[in-house]
């Protein structure tokens, strides 16, 4: 009997914790969420960095849902400022 009951037991465990385990997405290649990436790889037009990003908003950012827009800096401490503003409410660089 207590065998049952604990097989009983972790057959209802064991469900439970499976159909948590459906695929969601909030991603919606209709509605692309985009993201704003700010770097000092090379202010230059064309840099790597760049490149990297525009291939990613080809591919994968266009399949999922994603699209990254990216502003080159001139220096670490511009981004740091740009943050700063951000994070007390500002727009920071647009």
Known sequence: MKKRLLSLLLLCTLVFALSGCGEKTLLNKKKPVSLSFWH????QAGSPMDLLVQEFNRTVGQERG?????????????IGGYLKEAQSGGKGVQ
């Open 66 to 78: 994603v699209q990254v827009k990216v502003t080159g800096m001139s220096s670490a401490s511009q």
């Open 40 to 43: 000092v790889y090379g202010e």
